[in-house]
């Protein structure tokens, strides 16, 4: 039971280029997230999604794109990538909250650095 | 606006002494907080939670206090230890419809527990 995996761990892309992260989890979760971290700024939503084949914006979704085609996967993709999107990327996942649990289970981060 | 508020962004304690992490949120929707711990380069770790109709869960070295009407929480460690020593994270859900609950986040307090 390896509980959320992130793929790459680490990645340096050039102004303009494109890129997906990959979120795996192995937990059967309905619910999964993409957060940015900034220093000194906590964790932000970007997308999220309550199942398979939906998907919703979070705090901060411009210049990010999402897909939940697996039930397991939930892919962050970035189309044309800006410095403002230097960053370490987490993703998350929840069980559906039977007894009110609303506690998220994360991924060891992508940190990524676009120059 | 910040709806989730942790106003000290760095706290050192001596060992096997108490430390009280403090947080305070604005949006009276919020029903459910919990505490999450992250070291370097992981993802974070649910530490404890506890719901709006409760003013204290504890377990074991960790207790969460809530304050309804003062909207404030408060995480109490006792004994600290050097393991401790992370960036601490409340968080705070409600409920964003389409059957979606979704935290947010303070932007963290970092411990330093001194042997």
């Known amino acids: 039971n390896a509980g959320v995996t992130q793929t790459p761990k680490f990645r340096v892309l050039k102004t303009g280029q494109s890129m997906t992260l990959l979120c795996a989890q192995d937990m059967n979760h309905e619910y999964m997230y993409w957060y940015r971290q900034d220093p000194g700024m906590g964790l932000r939503l970007i997308h999220y999604?309550?199942?398979?084949?939906?998907?919703a914006k979070g705090e901060v979704p411009d210049g990010y794109n999402v897909s939940r085609l697996k039930k397991q996967n939930f892919l962050l993709g970035l189309e044309s990538a800006a410095p403002s999107q230097t960053s370490v990327y987490f993703c998350?996942?929840?069980?559906?909250?039977?007894?009110?649990?609303?506690?998220?289970?994360f991924g060891p981060g992508t940190r990524l650095t676009v120059t | 606006d910040q709806q989730v508020k942790q106003n000290s962004p760095s706290l050192s304690v001596q060992e096997g002494r108490i430390s009280i992490l403090n947080c305070d949120y604005t949006n009276s929707m919020f029903d459910y907080f919990l505490w999450y711990k992250k070291y370097p380069a992981e993802g974070p770790t649910f530490l404890i939670s506890i719901s709006s109709i409760k003013d204290k869960n504890e377990d074991g070295r960790f207790t969460v206090f809530l304050n309804k009407s003062a909207k404030h929480l408060s995480l109490h460690i006792v004994p600290s230890q050097p393991g401790d020593s992370a960036v601490y994270f409340c968080?705070?859900?409600?409920?964003?419809?389409?059957?979606?609950?979704?935290?947010?986040f303070g932007k963290g307090t970092k411990l330093s527990v001194i042997p």
């Open positions: 999604s309550v199942g398979e084949g939906t998907t």
């Open positions: 968080a705070a859900s409600a409920y964003s419809g389409a059957g979606s609950y979704q935290l947010t």
């Open positions: 998350a996942s929840r069980a559906l909250g039977a007894g009110g649990s609303y506690e998220q289970y």
